[in-house]
C-alpha cells in the first residue's frame, strides 16, 4: 500500500502542476502561418460507442471511419462529458464544465444563458494564430444574445444551427415538455439561410465543408473547420429518426425499424468522412492535415432522445456517470502520427485537444491561460511505446443532481446516478443475427472505402488483412465478471476502470483499497470548491419562435411581436 500511496500523491501533484501551469498557454498572433497543418474535427452528435464496426461490431459496417482509425491511431479511452453542452463547451475552452457553468444538462433553446464569455474558446486562440476559422453545423452554447453566437466566439464564419438539434430536412426544432412551437434554425453567419431546402442534412453540412475545402486550396492560411453533425441525434418527437429512404432500404436485413434507420443515419455520417478525406486528398491538403473524428457523447440508447444507439459492452448511456455516457468512439489521422495503425491507449479527454492541437499547430499559449486540459501532442504524435501521462478526469460533477463522477489514473469514483439510477445497467447488447452482408470482405470493403484510399499512399506500413484483424481484435473491450455491484443511490463506487472497464466489481469496501478512496474524495472536494455555479436560467416565454417569425433567434435583444404567429414544417421563414 505504501507504493500505492505514493503513486496516488504523485499523481495528485503533477495534475495540479499540469492545471496551475503547463496546459495554460492563448495564441499569440502570427503571420508566419504556412506549413501549419489544417485543422478538421468531426464531430457525430449521440453516437453510441459500439457503432463504429472498428471494436468488432458487425450489425452494420462504417468502412470511412474505420479506415481512417486503421490508417491513423483508434484513440482508445477518449473520454467526453456526457452530454452535449458540457462536451462541446470541454472541447473548445479545453475546461472542465465546472469551470464554465455548463456541468448541468445542457442549454435547450428557449433559456437565456450561453458559455461564459470569460472563457477564450479555440478558435479565437487559432484565429489570433492566422487560421481561417470555421465552423459547420451545430453550436448548442448559446443563441439567446448576439455575444454568445458562432461568429462572436472566434469562428470567422459559421454555416448551421445555433439550438439543440432540427429536422433533418426543414432545419426546425420544437424543445420537448415545453409549451413553445416549432422554430426555424439554420444560419450562415448570422442570417438566416434557406437555400437548398429539403436536402438531407448530413449531405447539407458535408456539401458546405467540402466547399470551404476547395476554397482553400493553393492558399497558404491554415484551415481550422470543425464540422459538428447533427447526426446521429433525433429529430423531433413526431419523427425522431430520419434517413433517405434508399439509403434506410441498404439496412433491410435488420428487423428493428428504429434500429434500420439509425444504421442508415450512420451510414450517411460515415459517408460524409469519406467525402472530407476525399476533398482534401484531391485538394492537394491532407498531407499536411490533422483529422479527428468522435462523438460528443454516448448514444442515448433508451429514454429521452433515444436514436437505439449501442454503448455495448459499456454500461449506461448519455447524461449518466457511467462508462457509457462519457467513453466515445474516436480516431485521428495525421501524417505527423510516428505510429499511425497502432492503438492509442492513453486515456484522452476532450479538452485536451486544445492544449494538444495547439502544440501541433506551434501556437504558443501564454501561461495567463487557465486550462484543464493536458497537452498530449507528444504522445499522440510519438512512437507507439511513447510513456503514458498519469492524469486525472472529471467526468461529472453536478450538485444539482448531486451527481460525481471523477477519474485518477486507474481508479474512477462514482456517487450518485441520473434518473434514478433506470439507466445504470448495460441497455444493448450486439445483434448476432442481423449481420451487414459486407462483413464476410470486412478488410476489402474498409480498403475499398475513399478514405482508405486516400491514405493509404501515406501509410508507414500497408494496412493488411492481418494487421486489420488483429487491430481490431485489439480494440474490442473485455469484461470480466460481476464480483461486487454498486448502487450510486445509496453507496460510493470505486472501479479499477484499466482492468474493470465495464464497471462490475467495486472496491469501495475493500481496505486494500481505503487510501485510494480517501484520494478521490479529497480531489473531489478540492474540484468542488473551485467550481463555478451552474449558468442555468429558466426558459423564458419571449423566446418562442411565434414571438419570432417562426425562428429561433437571438431573443433576449430582439423584440418580440406584439401577436403570436402560427408555426409549423411549412413556408419559409426567409421570405
Known amino acids: 500500500m505504501k507504493g500505492l500511496s505514493a503513486f496516488l500523491l504523485l499523481l495528485l501533484c503533477f495534475q495540479r502542476a499540469k492545471t496551475d501551469v503547463t496546459p495554460a498557454s492563448a495564441a ?42 486503421f490508417h491513423g491511431r483508434i484513440l482508445d479511452r477518449l473520454y467526453a462529458p456526457a452530454m452535449c453542452t458540457p462536451s462541446r463547451g470541454a472541447l473548445l475552452s479545453g475546461r472542465y464544465p ?91 453567419n448570422m442570417e438566416l439561410e434557406c437555400r437548398d431546402r429539403g436536402v438531407y442534412v448530413t449531405d447539407l453540412l458535408t456539401n458546405e465543408a467540402e466547399r470551404v475545402i476547395r476554397e482553400r486550396e493553393g492558399q ?4 481550422f473547420l470543425v464540422l459538428s453533425h447533427l447526426a446521429t441525434h433525433t429529430a423531433n418527437e413526431d ?60 448514444a442515448p440508447s433508451v429514454g429521452m432522445f433515444a436514436n437505439t444507439g449501442s454503448n455495448w459492452p459499456l454500461r449506461g448511456q448519455k447524461n449518466t456517470p457511467w462508462e457509457g455516457g462519457v467513453r466515445v468512439a474516436g480516431a485521428i489521422w495525421s501524417a505527423q502520427l510516428q505510429a499511425r495503425g497502432n492503438i492509442f491507449t492513453q486515456p484522452i479527454y476532450v479538452a485536451d485537444w486544445l492544449p494538444s492541437l495547439a502544440h ?75 449481420l451487414d452482408p459486407r462483413e464476410s470482405r470486412y478488410v476489402v470493403t474498409v480498403r475499398n ?31 470480466g465478471d460481476l464480483q461486487r455491484g454498486c448502487n450510486p443511490l445509496v453507496e460510493e463506487c470505486v472501479y479499477d476502470i484499466w482492468n474493470d472497464p465495464c464497471e462490475k466489481n467495486n472496491l469501495v469496501y475493500s481496505t486494500r483499497h481505503s487510501e485510494v478512496l480517501a484520494a478521490l474524495r479529497q480531489r473531489v472536494q478540492l474540484l468542488r470548491e473551485g467550481a463555478s455555479a451552474p449558468g442555468n436560467r429558466q426558459g423564458i416565454r419571449r423566446s418562442d419562435p411565434t414571438l419570432h417569425k417562426c425562428t429561433w433567434d437571438a431573443f433576449e435583444v430582439e423584440k418580440p411581436a406584439l401577436a403570436p404567429v402560427e408555426c409549423n414544417y411549412h413556408g419559409s421563414p426567409c421570405e
Not at 34 to 47: E, T, Y
Not at 102 to 107: D, E, N
Request: net charge neutral; proline share 6%; glycine share 8%.
Open 98 to 188: 465546472i469551470h464554465t457553468g455548463t456541468q448541468h444538462f445542457v442549454i435547450s433553446n428557449e433559456e437565456p444563458w450561453g458559455l461564459t464569455l470569460n472563457a477564450t474558446l479555440m478558435p479565437e486562440i487559432f484565429q489570433q494564430a492566422g487560421y481561417s476559422t470555421n465552423l459547420i453545423g451545430k453550436w448548442h452554447l448559446g443563441f439567446s444574445r448576439p455575444e454568445y453566437t458562432p461568429t462572436r466566439r472566434g469562428f470567422d464564419y459559421h454555416y448551421g444551427y445555433w439550438g439543440a438539434y432540427i429536422d433533418y430536412y426543414q432545419r426546425r426544432s420544437k424543445m420537448p415538455a415545453r409549451n413553445y412551437s416549432l422554430g426555424y434554425d439554420f444560419r450562415r
Open 220 to 223: 497558404e492560411q491554415p484551415l
Open 28 to 69: 499569440t498572433a502570427t503571420t508566419a502561418t504556412a506549413g501549419r497543418p489544417n485543422i478538421i474535427i468531426i464531430l457525430a452528435d449521440d453516437m453510441g460507442f459500439d457503432d463504429v464496426s472498428f471494436r468488432g461490431g458487425r450489425e452494420f459496417l462504417t468502412p470511412n471511419i474505420d479506415a481512417l482509425a
Open 239 to 298: 419523427d425522431p429518426l430520419q434517413a433517405p429512404e434508399e439509403e434506410i432500404r441498404k439496412f433491410a436485413y435488420i428487423k428493428d425499424p428504429n434500429r434500420r434507420k439509425y444504421a442508415a443515419m450512420v451510414s450517411k455520417l460515415d459517408q460524409s468522412v469519406g467525402r472530407i478525406v476525399s476533398a482534401l486528398n484531391s485538394t492537394g491538403q491532407l498531407e499536411n492535415s490533422i483529422v479527428i473524428f468522435y462523438s460528443d457523447n454516448g
Open 360 to 434: 501541433a499547430a506551434g501556437i504558443e499559449l501564454p501561461h495567463t491561460l487557465e486550462l484543464d486540459g493536458i497537452d498530449l501532442w507528444p504522445q499522440l504524435a510519438g512512437p507507439v511505446d511513447a510513456p503514458h501521462v498519469p492524469r486525472e478526469i472529471l467526468h461529472i460533477l453536478d450538485d444539482e443532481w448531486r451527481v460525481t463522477s471523477f477519474q485518477m489514473g486507474h481508479w474512477k469514483y462514482i456517487n450518485g446516478t441520473t434518473s434514478a439510477g433506470q439507466y445504470d445497467q448495460v441497455l444493448t447488447y450486439r445483434e448476432l443475427d442481423d
Open 449 to 479: 472505402s475513399p478514405t482508405s484510399r486516400a491514405l493509404a499512399r501515406h501509410d508507414i506500413r500497408r494496412m493488411t488483412q492481418q494487421r486489420v484483424v488483429t487491430l481490431r481484435r485489439s480494440a474490442a473491450v473485455r469484461c
